[in-house]
């Protein structure tokens, strides 16, 4: 027999890689395509937030629907929020672009001529607050449409413009899709503002829908939005793969290459990714290399996870953990002694010697930074998976 290529290997570590095998995300890709089928039919539909941890597969599956997007006739806006970047600043060049080619389709849309001009509008009330780059009104070739999105709030003004926009792309016979990755990120105002203007193309069954994915502290939202938010869109919670789909994501690619895994090789990998997808293609990966023949075994498995485990601790773990001050990393350190999957944040000052609720602004700045969530009032958990063990490795 000879031995696994490396050239070969079908596993694919990273982040918002597409994996060989995308298993256990039928379910939802099916709710995906029957939304998109509604809007196109003029339903009004339930956008979709995914939720989960890091390297579960969000960018992934975002990805894949704007790939079913497009491949039925919708136009698409995708963007990735940024902890420094405005929600405004990331939508203005994308919206601009697909107004724009809405417009040359038709010589003739007085709905999309009223797109431009409302983005007009609203870049010139927003350019300075919200560092949108500037786009001259020669580029767009229209006058600003006063008094629409140009109130200067927020919550009013990107609602008018992404009315605009969904009715430019009706008036088109087509439909808009609006992705957003990292929505925890948004700042208050901006994600209600988003829940706004999404509210307002539900009301008036304009053909425009979101799916968007973020970490799961998008999930406490407070107040109006929230309410808003749970009638608008649904949160599917994105875990780790079963034992099953997380046996399928590893030896379909690997049949798919003519080789073979033995069944305590999988499980060994089961068990050591939790089932959780990046660590899957991480252990997918150097089982591969590690594989003396073309039928992976439980010892090729065993010599992989030494080097999966350096691989991860030095980016996927590391990059998260050089974004921290020290305190920061010992608010982590503190998390990762208590043990447990959750801990209290009174628990963890206590043991940094501190007096109950005297870290907030500490533990505020970890959850900005997205490195930790509150599962439950009070209590604290990592947003990335495994990651008490990357930190207790490094003592
Ligand atoms: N359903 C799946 N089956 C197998 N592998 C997957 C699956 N989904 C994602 N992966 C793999 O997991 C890794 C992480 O995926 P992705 O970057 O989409 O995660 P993420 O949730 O966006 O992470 P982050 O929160 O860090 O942005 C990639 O290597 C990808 O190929
Ligand atoms: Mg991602």
Same mark, same amino acid.
């Given at each position: 027999?000879?031995?696994?290529?490396?050239?070969?290997? =079908?596993?694919?570590?990273?982040?918002?890689?597409?994996?060989?095998?995308?298993?256990?995300?039928?379910?939802?890709?099916?709710?995906?395509?029957?939304?998109?089928?509604?809007?196109?039919?003029? /339903?009004?539909?339930?956008?979709?937030?995914?939720?989960? $941890?890091?390297?579960?597969?969000?960018?992934?599956?975002?990805?894949?629907?704007?790939?079913?997007?497009?491949?039925?006739?919708?136009?698409?806006?995708?963007?990735?929020?940024?902890?420094?970047?405005?929600?405004?600043?990331?939508?203005? =060049?994308?919206?601009?672009?697909?107004?724009?080619?809405?417009?040359?389709?038709?010589?003739?849309s007085d709905k999309t001529k009223m797109g431009l001009r409302v983005l007009r509008s609203f870049i010139g009330r927003f350019r300075a607050k919200f560092k949108v780059s500037d786009v001259g009104e020669i580029e767009l070739g229209v006058d600003p449409e006063v008094g629409v999105a140009d109130s200067g709030d927020l919550e009013s003004d990107l609602p008018d413009l992404l009315?605009?926009?969904?009715?430019?792309?009706?008036?088109?016979?087509?439909?808009?899709?609006?992705?957003?990755?990292?929505?925890? /990120?948004?700042?208050?105002?901006?994600?209600?503002?988003?829940?706004?203007?999404?509210?307002?193309?539900s009301q008036k069954k304009l053909p425009m829908v979101m799916f968007a994915a973020g970490l799961p502290l998008i999930l406490g939202l407070a107040g109006r939005s929230k309410s808003y938010a749970e009638r608008l869109f649904a949160f599917p919670a994105l875990g780790p793969l079963s034992g099953q789909e997380a046996r399928k994501a590893i030896e379909v690619p690997v049949r798919a290459r003519g080789c073979t895994i033995l069944v305590k090789a999988l499980d060994e990998i089961v068990l050591r990714t939790q089932g959780y997808p990046y660590f899957l293609q991480q252990w997918g /990966?150097?089982?591969?290399?590690?594989?003396?023949?073309?039928?992976?075994?439980?010892?090729?498995?065993?010599?992989?996870?030494?080097?999966?485990?350096?691989?991860?601790?030095?980016?996927?773990?590391r990059v998260r953990f050089d974004r921290l001050t020290p305190r920061e990393k010992e608010y982590l350190f503190a998390m990762a002694a208590l043990g447990g999957s959750q801990q209290?944040?009174?628990?963890?000052?206590?043991?940094?010697?501190?007096?109950?609720?005297?870290?907030? =602004?500490?533990?505020?700045? $970890?959850?900005?930074?997205?490195?930790? /969530?509150?599962?439950?009032?009070?209590?604290?958990?990592?947003?990335?998976?495994?990651?008490?063990?990357? $930190?207790?490795?490094?003592l």
């Open positions: 027999m000879q031995a696994v290529d490396p050239v070969n290997n =079908p596993f694919a570590p990273g982040a918002g890689t597409f994996p060989p095998e995308l298993a256990g995300r039928d379910g939802l890709l099916s709710e995906v395509a029957v939304a998109l089928e509604r809007v196109k039919l003029g /339903y009004a539909v339930r956008g979709q937030v995914f939720v989960g $941890l890091r390297g579960v597969g969000k960018t992934v599956l975002l990805n894949k629907v704007e790939e079913m997007a497009l491949a039925s006739g919708f136009e698409t806006i995708s963007v990735e929020a940024h902890e420094d970047k405005s929600l405004p600043a990331m939508l203005v =060049p994308s919206l601009r672009k697909l107004l724009l080619r809405l417009d040359a389709r038709a010589s003739l009315v605009a926009l969904a009715e430019a792309a009706k008036d088109r016979g087509t439909q808009v899709c609006l992705l957003i990755d990292e929505l925890q /990120y948004l700042k208050r105002e901006e994600l209600s503002a988003l829940i706004m203007s999404l509210h307002r193309i /990966y150097e089982a591969w290399n590690a594989a003396a023949t073309t039928r992976i075994t439980l010892v090729d498995v065993m010599a992989a996870s030494q080097r999966a485990l350096k691989q991860l601790d030095e980016s996927f773990f209290r944040s009174g628990d963890i000052a206590e043991k940094l010697g501190f007096r109950a609720n005297s870290l907030g =602004p500490l533990r505020s700045k $970890l959850i900005a930074k997205g490195m930790i /969530y509150s599962p439950a009032h009070g209590d604290n958990a990592f947003t990335v998976p495994l990651f008490e063990g990357f $930190l207790k490795r490094q």
